[in-house]
Every structure is written in structure tokens, then in C-alpha cells.
């Protein structure tokens, strides 16, 4: 069996001493014969336990500095991919496998303004290949302030041709279903059902309309998520999986106002910087759910995004208040 460095694990050699590192961590490894040859051996992409010993091997397993070798083919690794394959393994050994999986899911973005389009743009660079585009909306001289997908010449288009065009010119093998729509709609159901992950990213005519989206994908057995932006406060909800949420959408939601019509509108006012930020955490969370790395997502609490004063700061609460 051979063995390589735990992904984020750096090796450095000083004064006769070999240092192992990553991003929180650093151990000293003292009093080790042959420093040299061992060190050099650390830095290889592969080495056998008897090239550094097995002491120091067992040592180095422990502590997860270490791991078996699981060198990925050779047509993965110089794929456009590579550097994510290269995250997953950090999480997970099956590296390869996560990235066969998300290249299987179908997700539907409904909603591709200042959210769902840089989500769109996140998921598909992640290796997500099939996507329900879903928008009733013209791409706006003023949207271009946020939604790096949209070019000048798209002005007047429908967002889901602009969209779907745009990212496939970067991404040529991904399969889209495009639907110009609003929700509510009736035709909504066979989409959920057609989907494996439901991206709620309207807004209109308030964030009501996100969750009522989500609520239906709950009782549809479809997971969901959503996110919205004002200017001194954002929110991203946490993943709804029936089978690892406490709550549903509306479970978690404290209504102020019975009157639907008095629900605050969403903030007209936006920056691109703070909705990518916004966009970007909602991506990750939703990569992470379908890769399976369950450690790292939120299945129960909400998460406020603060300005502050000149700094930005996190909140976490298990429900919302509209």
C-alpha cells in the first residue's frame, strides 16, 4: 500500500527538522534519522511505508497527515475540473465519485436575477451538467450592475435565453430546459418532480414567494434552498430535506403581518459585490448537500450576513421573520 499527503497538508524542512502544516495546524517532526531522504520522500506524490518507516507512518495516519494513495486518472486530473475534484478530496476520499454524482443531478433555478444567476454560473463550473432555467424576465440595462452573466447584447432578451447562452458558451455538454414563467403556476409540480434539487431565487412580489416555493418542494419530497439580499442584511435559508431538516419552510417562519399584501417588497437598491457574496454562500451549501458532505451543511439554521460598522459579520437562527 502507498501512501501521500492529506489534501491541505504542506511540508517544509529547516534546521533539521521536518514541519507538516495546513491551513490551522502545524507539527514538528524531531529526532527522525535520514531527515533528509525522509523529507523528500514526503513531498512525492506517492511513497511506501518502509521509504519514511513504519513508526513515523503510523504516527502520520493518526494524526490524518497522511492517508492511501488514491491518485485519480490521469483524464480526470487534467480536466477542467481538476481543482474541484481537488476540493472534495479534502472532505471525502471518493473524490471522483462526488464528481460523477453532481454531474448527474438536474437542478431548477427559478429565478435568475442577482441569485439565481451567479448560482447558475457556480453550479455548472462545479460539474452540475443539467439545468431547469426558469424566469419570465427581460435582462434590464440595470441588472448588468450584478448579473455577470448578462452582456449588453442582451438587453430585451428573456433571461433564460441570455442565460442559457451565455453559459453554455463556457460549459458546451450542459443539458437546459428553459421556461418562461411565473410562479405560482400549475405547471410548477412536474417541474419540482422532474427535479433533484429546487433553487428558489424570486423574490416577487416579496421573499413569501421563495418560501411558498420551498414549501411546495417540501411536500413534493424535493430539497430545497433560498436566499435574498437588502443592503445592511441578507439571508441564506438552510438546506429543507425531509429527511434531515427539524422544520419545513413554513415551519420556520414567524409571520408579523397576516396580510399578504403588506409584506415588504425586496430592496430595489443592490450592489453586485454583497448579492455574489450572498449567491456564493447558497452555492456552496447546495455543492455540499449533493456531494453528500453533510458535516458542512446547515440542515436547521438560517444565515443572516451583517454589515457592521466597516466589518461583516454571521448569525445563525433557526427560523425567520417576514
Not at 14 to 38: Q, T
Not at 101 to 113: A, D, R, S, T
Not at 155 to 164: E, L, V, W
Not at 312 to 319: A, E
Amino acid at each position: 500500500m502507498r501512501y501521500s499527503l492529506s489534501p491541505g497538508w504542506m511540508v517544509d524542512f529547516a534546521k533539521d527538522e521536518i514541519v507538516v502544516k495546513n491551513e490551522i495546524r502545524g507539527i514538528s517532526l524531531k529526532k527522525i534519522k535520514n531527515v533528509e531522504a525522509i523529507h523528500t520522500y514526503l513531498l512525492k506524490n506517492s511513497f511506501l511505508p518502509s521509504e519514511i518507516g513504519l513508526e513515523l507512518t503510523d504516527y502520520l495516519l493518526n494524526e490524518n497527515i497522511i492517508r492511501k494513495d488514491i491518485h485519480l486518472e490521469s483524464s480526470i486530473e487534467n480536466s477542467k475540473y481538476k481543482k474541484q475534484i481537488d476540493f472534495w478530496s479534502y472532505f471525502r476520499t471518493n473524490a471522483n465519485s462526488i464528481h460523477e454524482v453532481l454531474g448527474e443531478k438536474k437542478i431548477m433555478i427559478v429565478g435568475l436575477g442577482g441569485i439565481g444567476s451567479i448560482v447558475l454560473e457556480i453550479l455548472a463550473g462545479a460539474g452540475i451538467k443539467n439545468f431547469t432555467l426558469v424566469d419570465s424576465d427581460k435582462v434590464e440595462p440595470s441588472n448588468l450592475n450584478r448579473q455577470f452573466l448578462y452582456l449588453d447584447s442582451d438587453i430585451g432578451r428573456y433571461k433564460t435565453d441570455s442565460s442559457s447562452d451565455n453559459i453554455s458558451k463556457r460549459h458546451s455538454d450542459l443539458i437546459i430546459t428553459k421556461r418562461i414563467m411565473n410562479y405560482p403556476s400549475r405547471d410548477f409540480k412536474d417541474l419540482i418532480n422532474e427535479s433533484d434539487f429546487v433553487v428558489s431565487a424570486i423574490d416577487q412580489p416579496s421573499l413569501k414567494s421563495a418560501i411558498k416555493l420551498c414549501q411546495e418542494s417540501w411536500l413534493l419530497n424535493k430539497s430545497s434552498a433560498f436566499a435574498a439580499c437588502g443592503i445592511y442584511k441578507a439571508v441564506t435559508s438552510p438546506i429543507f430535506d425531509k429527511n434531515k431538516s427539524k422544520n419545513s419552510p413554513i415551519d420556520s417562519c414567524k409571520f408579523n403581518k397576516n396580510d399578504e399584501s403588506l409584506i415588504t417588497p425586496p430592496v430595489s437598491a443592490s450592489s453586485g459585490g454583497w448579492n455574489s457574496m450572498i449567491a456564493s454562500i447558497l452555492s456552496e451549501q447546495i455543492l455540499l448537500y449533493l456531494a453528500g458532505v453533510d458535516e458542512e451543511v446547515s440542515y436547521h439554521d438560517y444565515t443572516y450576513t451583517l454589515r457592521d460598522n466597516g466589518k461583516i459579520k454571521t448569525i445563525h437562527k433557526n427560523t425567520i421573520t417576514l
